[in-house]
């Protein structure tokens, strides 16, 4: 009970905080239109594919984590092996 308090105390908090400074409008200005708050422009296009891109894939990255461990460890004794022929 008193966990499941401070849990609501600090979603709160946060909650209070990201409303005070606009932290959703922000969030969403950004995301659909590429508005920096303190910049006169929008960022371009092509710099907001590029910032949509890393984030696809650092997202698909870290879902996809161990599946690529097991990969590499299944391959790591076959570069092995193709280093020392060479």
């Known amino acids: 009970m008193r966990q499941g308090v401070i849990i609501a105390s600090l979603i ?9 400074i ?5 969030l969403f200005m950004f995301v659909l ?3 920096i708050p303190g910049r006169v422009e929008p960022l371009s296009a092509n710099q ?8 696809s894939l ?7 984590r161990g599946r ?3 990969l590499v460890r299944l391959l790591a004794p076959v570069a092995r092996q193709h280093s020392r022929a060479s």
Do not use: E, Q, R
């Not at 709160?12 to 005070?20: D, H, K, N, P, Q």
């Not at 606009?22 to 922000?26: A, K, S, V």
């Not at 590029?50 to 984030?55: E, G, K, Q, R």
């Open 33 to 35: 239109f590429g508005i």
């Open 22 to 26: 606009d932290l959703f409008d922000t």
């Open 12 to 20: 709160g908090s946060f909650l209070v905080f990201a409303l005070t």
């Open 58 to 64: 650092g997202t698909i990255a870290y879902a996809l």
């Open 48 to 55: 907001m594919l590029l910032i949509y891109a890393v984030a």
């Open 68 to 70: 690529i461990t097991l």
